[in-house]
Nanobody, 115 residues
Framework: QVQLVESGGGLVQPGGSLRLSCAAS????????MGWYRQPPGKQRELVAA???????NYADSAKGRFTISRDNAKNTVYLQMNSLKPEDTAVYYC?????????WGQGAQVTVSS
């Protein structure tokens, strides 16, 4: 199994930046991809960005040009750098890690964009 611990959420003003981190432990050798989803208040969980072991990335349209996903394999950590944040980015952000057989989730990190 893979365990995930997220950090870096918080309150930020519109136009500001935050960086989320997600550290993986456990069966990390079996991970093929990691990424981030988010769940805005009253809405369904949605993809934000993902990155494979080879470094290929995928972004939601809402994240393109503002968010950057990266991965430090030595630290078994994936990052989400979020710039030019908007109030509509307010959500709980969940890290995930995929093996060939299952997806594991972190506990979630609250991001609030408000003045």
């Amino acid at each position: 199994q893979v365990q995930l611990v997220e950090s870096g959420g918080g309150l930020v003003q519109p136009g500001g930046s935050l960086r989320l981190s997600c550290a993986a432990s456990g069966s990390i050798f079996s991970i093929v991809a990691m990424g981030w989803y988010r769940q805005p208040p009253g809405k369904q969980r949605e993809l934000v960005a993902a990155i494979t072991n080879s470094g290929r990335t995928n972004y939601a349209d809402s994240a393109k040009g503002r968010f950057t996903i990266s991965r430090d394999n030595a630290k078994n950590t994936v990052y989400l750098q979020m710039n030019s944040l908007k109030p509509e980015d307010t959500a709980v952000y969940y890290c995930h890690a995929d093996t060939l057989s299952r997806r594991s989730w972190g506990q979630g990190a609250q991001v609030t964009v408000s003045s």
